[in-house]
């Protein structure tokens, strides 16, 4: 009787030290490796190049971003929300990475509403979503403080592996608008 009370407070004991120690290691990493990031897929979609790290870090005044995202696209069109997705995840690091510097709105522009107008007015293309006269945005406009502005009217999904580059180059080029070019 003894010897089954021990065995039965040795496996208790050893139950609450595992959870006493899952939950520290999960404390742990969380703290010290939540901004560490891995990427397994196999064409590497969610590293980004050092180039667009030192572009992001070297961005000196704000440069807004507004992503348009028609969410009746995605239902009708499924590969364009894992594409939102995707995009939504990179600028979202991008954020980070620029300390601030990069800000970014999303919209969905429903039909025959203000944010709509307001997509059309940024330059943002339309797709029909149905013989209704609806349409779906899926684009993004960027400015800097002195208003020059890039657009992307129409995130085309045969670009997708271009997307880092695409993003990036706007940022730069809105982020060095008074440096000099050198040249004839």
């Known amino acids: 009787m003894k ?11 050893a139950i609450i030290s595992a959870i006493i120690i899952v939950i520290s290691l999960n404390s742990l990493v969380g703290t010290y490796l939540s901004s560490q990031r891995i990427d397994l897929t196999q064409e590497k979609l969610y590293t980004i190049a050092d180039g667009t790290i030192e572009t992001l870090k070297s961005i000196d005044e704000p440069i ?3 992503v348009y ?4 696209l995605g239902e009708n069109y499924p590969p364009f929300k894992l594409y939102y997705e995707r995009l939504r995840t990179l600028l979202k690091r991008y954020q980070e ?14 039909p025959y509403s203000e944010v709509e107008e307001r997509a059309i007015a940024d330059y943002i293309r339309g797709i029909p979503l149905n013989e209704h006269g609806e349409y779906g945005y899926f684009g ?10 890039e657009v992307m009217p129409f995130m085309d999904l045969d670009r997708d592996q271009f997307l880092e580059y695409d993003i990036t180059s706007r940022i730069f080029s809105l982020a060095n608008y008074n440096k000099p070019v050198v040249g004839f």
Do not use: H, R, T
């Open 69 to 72: 995202y028609s969410q009746k």
């Open 140 to 149: 993004l406009v960027a400015n800097n403080i002195i208003d020059d502005i």
């Open 64 to 66: 807004k971003i507004k």
């Open 97 to 110: 990475i620029s300390g601030g510097k990069l800000i970014v709105s999303f919209y969905n522009p429903e």
């Open 3 to 13: 010897s089954m009370f021990n065995k039965s407070i040795y496996v208790w004991g």
